[in-house]
């Protein structure tokens, strides 16, 4: 069965950092494209916000997350990070993790169907 799991979150001061992880099953591992970050406000629908593509390790942010959070992944390819700094109260809310199988998904930050095997999502904290 398919599994990802995040984790890392917490509280945190605005203008400090944070670094979430998202283990993936093997399962997940073979055929995946992509790995997402998603977040999602309170109220808000998820968002996506950092993409990291597996064979080359090439990565994509929004613009609202671009020099303050960075994506990566493991030299196995397995654990996806998101290293989070100068944090800002609008960043507060759950993150989540997403495999994308097809250049369609994972190209653009456009909702588009097929992100797969969701996790739980980790807290995120901003207090100004």
């Known amino acids: 069965q398919g599994q990802l799991v995040e984790s890392g979150g917490g509280s945190v001061q605005a203008g400090g950092s944070l670094t979430l992880s998202c283990a993936a099953s093997?399962?997940?591992?073979?055929?995946?494209?992509?790995m997402r970050w998603f977040h999602q406000a309170p109220g808000k629908e998820r968002e996506g916000v950092a993409t990291?593509?597996?064979?080359?390790?090439?990565?994509d942010y929004t613009d609202s997350v671009k020099g303050r959070f960075t994506v990566r992944q493991d030299a196995a390819k397995t654990t996806v990070y998101l290293q989070m700094n100068n944090l800002k109260p609008e960043d507060a809310g759950m993150y989540y993790c997403?495999?994308?199988?097809?250049?369609?998904?994972?190209?653009?930050?456009?909702?588009?169907?097929?992100?797969?095997?969701w996790g739980r999502g980790t807290q995120v904290t901003v207090s100004s």
């Open positions: 997403a495999a994308g199988y097809s250049d369609y998904v994972c190209e653009s930050f456009d909702e588009r169907p097929g992100w797969k095997y």
């Open positions: 990291i593509y597996r064979r080359a390790g090439d990565t």
């Open positions: 093997a399962a997940i591992y073979y055929g995946r494209h992509c």
